[in-house]
């Protein structure tokens, strides 16, 4: 046994794998694909992250082109359509809507509508209709798809008459916008603060910290309903849309902050980070070069796990009228006309723009979740 | 030549012949263990060595039945033998009666591939017979129970339900592991033991119910060398003491030359070459053994001379190698019958059985080697 | 561990204070005085509001005074239980809060309840039949499930309620029960009022909780500890249930803070919908008609209710994990 005690205690694997120049290197194929091709191979597995993505895109897309895509101005009043139902489809020589006609009953005081599918009103593609500004800058009055006469109302209309297809569309473009950008300025909040407190640590760490909890202390929805209900009301539907922004940040950036404070204090304590400190590198550096960079996946995918909540609270609050308000339209406004059950038991379509709710939230909950196992495999 | 599958001495414990262990993942199916056969004989030490995925854990795992999904037992057996042979197995099973006549094998054993591994009859062998201990003691203890709660659990489901008895049986085995105060440490919890006392623990909870084998899936390497040499010669004062069995699973040729009495050293889901230690140290005989004991530095050598390494790394594991899995990277590589046939075990000549799977040693490669070199790749 | 209670207990003192001077604040910010909101309404609605009236009430409410007096004379009557007069329910607010917060609390403590004692064994069935066809249907739903926002899924339940159960929901009491007595048949009544708006309530908070549990034990069975435990002989039911659930409910008392905010939350907004008379929808309701200094009393009193919970949470860490204790 002599001989074999003189052997030491080394392992195997580090004999075998990375020993001292020997032919390994040719066949491995380890480290030529990069981390950012890596995440996005394992993105790529999850279907239902991947299906997510495309809808999302599909509605940002149609919230873009929503003037092109509503057949109808969507804040155009008209009691002849007064809750009309959705259009019924027929066939004439292309697709078209039956024509309908309102009749009042003078005893009720209630409305109903007759349809006729007799002589249909053909669909027109590419036509004339109401003039609005494609992106906001280019004035044309191009649509997708109008009628000649009457209305097409794909998903019914509101109590107004207003045709809640076109409203839906339009609706996107608050209600998908405002969450993120609510996140987005959260975001920035949270990685500055959270890096501060991370790297920081100290004296400021106990303070950002408390201030967190303070914050968190408070239950979500009532504290962001408080502060939309002290906004000023005489502002503009503009003006609102970036108050309503700053308040969903100011609350949305907390567990950010917590989530980047961890990720950088366990990066900070990192061997590589030690070195760039002994190598007398500032401590801005180390954190624009070593720190961001290493938590910036991890950020956008707990970044992308917060929109759904801030997309529910706007609708939620404008719901509850201390959001947007009525001549502004986001899906939280839309469904205030679905507050009333007697409303909802006769015209079921008013919910339409809550289906386009908890489409878009599911979405990106799947999305955040494909994400988040992208970036972090192991978490 | 002789290949001895079916030969099994009376005095082996645990007799694996065979086994195949199969992943089936989503990126396909890993053949973890690809016919592994050996022997454990009563009261000695066996040492199972070889890289990191070669099928250590995975073997070890199989014979307590605790693989994790989706792994599964494709083929084989695992027959095991209670201690004073066949009448003991038998008490085993009228003890519990809902193990199934058909796990007996013709040998008096019982074939552990054959039950259930929820059943309770695999439980009673699992703690009883067969204890295992593992690579992190900084994990492998339930954090949120005292140390000396999760001894007593495995004493109360094999030897007693008197928890008074369990409770001083536990405190017993602590001291028997050396563990100073051994009270106060049953009452405390895991995060408050070193790593060395964690892996102590888990031996006193692996010997409390007196198995006749312990497996020891590499329990030192994360432990600093001061420890693991305590650990160690505790193992050595257990066995003379106890008279167990063990299966000790490391990547350490240092570990392997101070504890066990013979080795079995797996490539790539095979065992590719076993026999005593000292032959293996002074006679190794297949290449993939001779390349290892190679890479590892010696008091002696010439300074400077480079230490050798195997060439190439472990193959993708969703492949399959055709031939002898070791043939990508042999040293000795003969050509086309490395490449593709299977070597069987060749029993060598010597004092002690001394199998190796390698066509040096077979009819089909000496007859390659006699031939023109022409033939080879 | 005494020690540790007084001091958790001091600590959320300081946080309640805290969160005070928040709501003040966030009051303070709007632009004109609450009061001059309040009389412009009063007038609007056709009543005579006289100088010395708005006078009186600039008085009570120390309208010119510096922010540090308004906010003592606000935070004294927080302290002595003199909050004022609420405008918009006509009664002290007082009254107004003590009348409610017991429904709050027993609404939240309820959704608790049934939150944690459907996720937790949905989420172990998920965990342990991973990938099976009911694992995939309950996480589709669950999915669903934190999708919904509250106040549509209320609807939808009232309208479907209405619809084909032909039931009338919403307000606490049916009409023959409004001024009855307490009896047990009051009692049943508003036990057949409350359980749509309950469910209603804790469907998101299921969802999520159900996530995080298959999500934890999932983890927590991968650990070496578990295959320890099996080793030893353990009953794979004992496996699961004693050593691996009380290792994966360690984060969920974790996120009790988030989920009690998140079913205060759900309570104000469904309750607001279900016409219910609690604080959360007190709150909102006091919002919507720019109520704003009754809203910030009763903001600081969810926060309360919020802080308290978390006290028990962390209290329940330490007690089922052993390290919390020694690191509290």
């Keep these: ?379 | 030549m002789t290949t001895h599958s079916s030969a099994r001495d009376d005095d082996t414990i645990v007799s694996v012949r065979d086994l195949q262990v199969e992943f089936r993942t989503t990126l396909g199916v890993v053949r973890a263990l690809n016919g592994v056969s050996f022997d454990i004989p009563r009261g000695k030490v066996v040492g199972i060595v070889g890289e990191s995925g070669c099928g250590k854990s995975v073997t070890a795992r199989a014979i307590m039945q605790i693989i994790e999904h989706p792994g599964r037992i494709t083929n084989g057996s695992i027959e095991f033998h209670r201690q004073g042979g066949d009448v003991a197995t038998s008490q085993l099973l009228t003890d519990d009666e809902s193990a199934p006549a058909d796990a007996l094998t013709a040998s008096g054993g019982i074939d552990i591939t054959r039950l259930d591994p929820r059943s309770a009859a695999m439980r009673a062998i699992r703690g009883a017979e067969i204890a295992m201990i593992f690579q992190e003691p900084m994990t492998s203890l339930n954090p949120v129970y005292t140390v000396g709660s999760q001894i007593e659990e495995a004493i109360l489901l094999h030897q007693t339900p008197d928890k008074e008895k369990a409770r001083q049986q536990a405190v017993d085995m602590l001291r028997q592991v050396g563990m100073p105060n051994p009270e106060r440490i049953a009452r405390s919890y895991p995060h408050e033991l070193s790593g060395g006392m964690r892996q102590r623990a888990m031996i006193a909870m692996a010997m409390s119910c007196h198995p006749a084998l312990l497996i020891a899936d590499e329990p030192t390497t994360a432990l600093d060398v001061t420890t693991e040499a305590q650990i160690l010669s505790l193992m050595r004062k257990l066995k003379a003491e106890i008279g167990m069995s063990i299966m000790f699973i490391t990547h350490s040729m240092g570990v392997v030359a101070q504890l066990c009495d013979e080795v079995i050293v797996m490539y790539l889901g095979q065992v590719v070459e076993r026999a005593s230690v000292d032959e293996i140290f002074y006679n190794p005989k297949h290449p993939y053994t001779r390349s290892l004991l190679r890479s590892i530095p010696r008091i002696g050598m010439t300074e400077h001379a480079p230490l050798e390494v195997i060439k190439g790394s472990i193959p993708d594991p969703y492949t399959r190698v055709t031939g002898c899995s070791f043939h990508p990277r042999c040293p000795d590589y003969l050509g086309d019958v490395c490449r593709d046939v299977i070597p069987a075990e060749a029993l060598l000549a010597g004092p002690t059985r001394h199998g190796a799977k390698c066509h040096l040693y077979t009819d089909e490669g000496r007859a390659a080697l006699a031939a023109p070199a022409a033939t080879r790749g | 561990m005494l020690v540790f209670v007084v001091r958790r207990l001091a600590y959320a003192v300081l946080t309640v204070f805290a969160v005070s001077l928040v709501a003040f604040f966030i009051i303070e910010l709007a632009p004109g005085s609450a009061i001059t909101a309040e009389i412009s309404r009063l007038r609007a609605q056709g009543n005579v509001v006289s100088d010395q009236q708005v006078q009186a009430l600039e008085e009570q409410y120390g309208i010119n005074d510096p922010w540090i007096v308004k906010y003592g004379k606000w935070a004294g009557g927080l302290v002595t239980g003199d909050f004022g007069q609420s405008f918009a329910f006509r009664e002290p607010v007082a009254d107004l809060i003590w009348s409610r917060l017991g429904l709050s609390i027993a609404l939240s403590i309820g959704a608790i309840i049934v939150a944690w004692a459907v996720a937790i064994p949905i989420g172990v069935y998920s965990a342990t039949h991973r990938y099976s066809l009911p694992d995939n249907v309950i996480t589709v739903i669950q999915f669903i499930g934190v999708a919904i926002p509250e106040f549509l899924l209320a609807l939808a339940v009232m309208t479907a309620a209405v619809r084909w159960g032909g039931i009338e929901v919403g307000g606490l009491f049916s009409n023959e029960y409004r001024n009855a007595e307490w009896s047990a048949a009051k009692f049943g009544d508003m036990l057949g009022h409350l359980w749509m708006p309950l469910v209603v309530i804790t469907v998101g908070s299921t969802a999520w909780l159900t996530r995080v549990m298959r999500a934890n034990l999932f983890d927590v069975l991968g650990q070496q500890y578990i295959q320890t435990a099996r080793a030893k002989g353990v009953a794979e039911s004992r496996v699961i249930w004693k050593h691996a659930v009380r290792n994966a409910l360690h984060p969920l008392v974790m996120t009790f803070g988030t989920t009690l905010s998140a079913l205060i939350s759900g309570e104000a907004i469904v309750s607001i919908v279900f016409a219910l008379p609690t604080t959360g929808q007190a709150l909102l309701q006091s919002l919507i008609v720019k109520d704003t200094y009754v809203a910030a009393t009763l903001l600081v009193f969810l926060s309360i209710l919020l802080v308290i919970g978390n006290v028990i949470s962390d209290l329940a860490l330490a007690w089922i994990d052993p390290r919390a204790r020694t690191a509290g």
Excluded at chain 1, 172 to 180: D, E, K, M, N
């Design chain 1, 1 to 379: 046994m002599t001989a074999t005690a003189q052997i030491s205690g080394a392992g195997l694997d580090e004999g075998t794998s990375s020993g001292t120049g020997g032919p390994v290197a040719p066949d491995s194929k380890i480290g030529e694909v990069s981390q950012r091709s890596l995440m996005l191979r394992r993105f790529r597995r999850s279907k239902l992250a991947v299906v997510s993505l495309v809808i999302l895109l599909l509605m940002y897309l149609a919230a873009i082109f929503a003037g092109f895509l509503s057949p109808n101005d969507p804040a155009a009043v008209n009691q002849e359509y007064k809750y009309a139902a959705p259009s019924a489809w027929t066939w004439s020589g292309g697709p078209a809507i039956c024509r309908v006609t309102q009749e009042i009953d003078p005893i009720n005081i209630s409305t109903t509508y007759v349809t006729n599918c007799d002589q249909p009103i053909p669909l027109q593609f590419f036509s004339r209709g109401y003039e609005y500004e494609l992106f906001g800058l280019i004035p044309t009055d191009r649509h997708l798809f109008t009628v000649p006469e009457g209305r097409v109302l794909v998903f019914g209309a509101d109590g107004n008459g207003r045709d809640l297809f076109s409203r839906t569309i339009h609706g996107a473009q608050v209600s998908l916008t405002i969450g993120l950008l609510g996140v987005v300025v959260a975001t920035v909040l949270g990685s500055i603060i959270g890096t501060i407190s991370g790297y920081a640590g100290g004296a400021a760490d106990t303070v950002i910290q408390r201030v967190i909890e303070i914050i968190m202390s408070v239950p979500t929805i009532p504290l962001w309903a408080t502060m939309a209900a002290v906004m000023p009301q005489d502002l503009s539907v503009t003006q609102r849309y970036f108050v309503m922004t700053m308040i969903l940040s100011l609350v949305a950036w907390t567990g950010l902050a917590r989530q980047v404070r961890g990720k950088v204090m366990g990066y900070a304590s990192a061997d590589y980070v030690a070195a760039a400190r002994s190598a007398n590198a500032s401590g801005f550096r180390i954190v624009t070069t070593h720190l961001l960079p290493n938590a910036a996946s991890h950020i956008v995918a707990v970044s992308m796990l917060a929109i759904p909540a801030t997309i529910l609270a706007e609708t939620a609050l404008s719901f509850l009228g201390i959001g947007m308000l009525d001549p502004a339209i986001s899906w939280g406004v839309l469904l205030q006309d679905a507050s009333r059950v007697d409303v909802l038991q006769q015209y079921l379509w008013v919910l339409i723009p809550g289906v386009a709710v908890v489409l878009a939230i599911t979405c990106f909950q799947l999305l955040g979740d494909g994400v988040r196992d992208a970036v972090d495999p192991y978490s």
